[in-house]
């Protein structure tokens, strides 16, 4: 593998002084969390996906859920006091995050948008979550993630 890329993430994740590894794999298409999981070998539970969703309104927000549970959009958007929430289409999520599909970080972010997690990901010891790159994640502290996003924990996970 080569080395890991320098993205607006990892600067994000420097300048706040996070403490992070560096972990990369080989990324397949439509792969999902499973695939990160499987190349690391670590629970797909504790592989994080970032989320770019919209409100009735086109309002961006950022879901972050475990790799192994889907999110209810009707208890988020109950949650957050909107009337829907929606996936974007990745060319909007893109427009919003400044990151490809499959690549997308809640840091650095091109858009400042609200942040949401799922409570129990904030219970983990570790978390490993996109660095910025398809391919590429960190691990680290959910209270780091905590620290520099300053999420809103929210219970909208479901079974996958």
Do not use: W
């Amino acid at each position: 593998m080569s080395k890991a890329p320098s993205t607006s993430a990892t600067r994000l994740l420097r300048q706040q002084g996070v403490s992070y590894t560096e972990h990369l794999y080989r990324y397949e298409d439509h792969g999902g969390t499973a695939v990160p999981a499987r190349e690391l070998g670590v629970d797909e539970h504790a592989v994080i996906k970032t989320l770019i969703m919209e409100d009735e309104a086109g309002r961006p927000l950022i879901v972050l859920m475990h790799g192994d549970r889907e999110v209810s959009t009707k208890a988020l958007a109950r949650q957050i006091g909107a009337r829907t929430v929606q996936i974007c289409k990745p060319e909007t999520a893109q427009k919003h995050s400044g990151y490809l599909v499959g690549g997308t970080s809640p840091f650095g972010t091109r858009k400042p948008m609200p942040v949401h997690v799922e409570r129990s990901i904030l219970e983990l010891v570790r978390i490993y979550i996109n660095g910025g790159s398809r391919g590429f994640l960190v691990g680290m502290s959910p209270g780091d993630l905590t620290r520099v996003l300053h999420p809103t924990p929210v219970e909208v996970s479901l079974e996958s």
